[in-house]
């Protein structure tokens, strides 16, 4: 069984940064992602990584500003955030799958079988 655990939320002004942490544990995930859901609206694909070949998926609404990377010695994942705006306030989760999908796909919240319970990342103007 996986479980995840994040870490590293909090208020940040807009232009800040903020690196969020995800403790996994258990094996056998395919792939991780971070998802974010802002209040009124639906869960939306952050970021993706496959654990086999590391390769890395963004939404467009993040490019440029936010970078997925995993550290395999001590299985976590991370999500480190630069540039932050108003905009990307809401609630931060981590995600694993063990599917086999297409690499368009791992955005898609509807392949992740594994979930935590979420960080709060408020952007203040």
């Known amino acids: 069984q996986v479980q995840l655990m994040e870490s590293g939320g909090g208020s940040v002004q807009a232009g800040g940064s903020l690196r969020l942490s995800c403790a996994a544990s258990?094996?056998?995930?395919?792939?991780m992602g971070w998802f974010r859901q802002a209040p009124g609206k639906e869960r939306e694909g952050v970021a993706s990584?496959?654990?086999?070949?590391?390769?890395?998926y963004s939404a467009n609404s993040v490019k440029g500003r936010f970078t997925i990377s995993r550290d395999n010695t001590v299985n976590t994942l991370y999500l480190q955030m630069n540039n932050v705006k108003p905009e990307d306030t809401a609630i931060y989760y981590c995600?694993?799958?063990?599917?086999?999908?297409?690499?368009?796909?791992?955005?898609?919240?509807?392949?992740?079988?594994?979930w935590g319970q979420g960080t709060q990342v408020t952007v203040s103007s």
């Open positions: 995600a694993a799958g063990d599917m086999i999908i297409a690499n368009q796909n791992s955005l898609k919240a509807t392949y992740y079988r594994f």
């Open positions: 258990g094996y056998g995930y395919r792939f």
């Open positions: 990584i496959f654990t086999t070949t590391g390769a890395t």
